[in-house]
């Protein structure tokens, strides 16, 4: 029976330690983005438009064309898991399905996020020097912006 004391001690031990790698594994596992996130600007008389897409698995492409659709896209990053995680963050907190914003001018700057069950489309006048934007849509743009090009 003693001998068995410390061969059944060792067998507890190594199924804790295995069950504790195994749930520190599965924490770390790599997040994705709750929306696949389109922000640009442009129009004017080129009618050209240019910016930056984030798929939900966090790579960033630069891309330009006449609408995101008939676009140029070329991947330039992976956006870290941290920033990820920092975006998902920032859009439950400043929940932007309660920003109604949508005008559209000679100069226009837009950001669309497209999730499994919602699109969001908010878009703005770009003036200069005087931008009368809602300030949570500067905000909000400025974040995301910040965040991909880090």
Do not use: H
């Given at each position: ?23 520190q594994k599965a924490y770390s596992e790599k ?15 080129t009618g050209m438009y240019q910016g930056k ?53 000679n100069l226009t700057n837009f950001i669309v ?38």
């Open positions: 029976m003693r001998k068995l004391l410390p061969l059944f001690l060792c067998l507890c031990s190594m199924f804790l330690l295995v069950g504790c790698a195994c749930s997040r994705t983005l709750d929306y696949s996130i389109i922000i640009g600007s442009g129009g004017g008389f897409y984030v798929d939900t698995s966090g790579v960033v492409y630069s891309w330009e064309g006449t609408s995101f659709n008939n676009s140029k896209r070329t991947s330039i990053k992976k956006l870290e898991q941290e920033q990820i995680s920092q975006l998902n963050n920032y859009l439950e907190k400043n929940t932007p399905e309660k920003i109604a914003y949508n005008q559209s001018g996020l497209k999730g499994k069950d919602k699109e969001i489309s908010i878009s703005w006048i770009y003036k200069f020097p005087k931008d009368d934007t809602p300030q949570e849509i500067i905000n909000l743009n400025n974040y995301i912006t910040n965040t991909i090009n880090k």
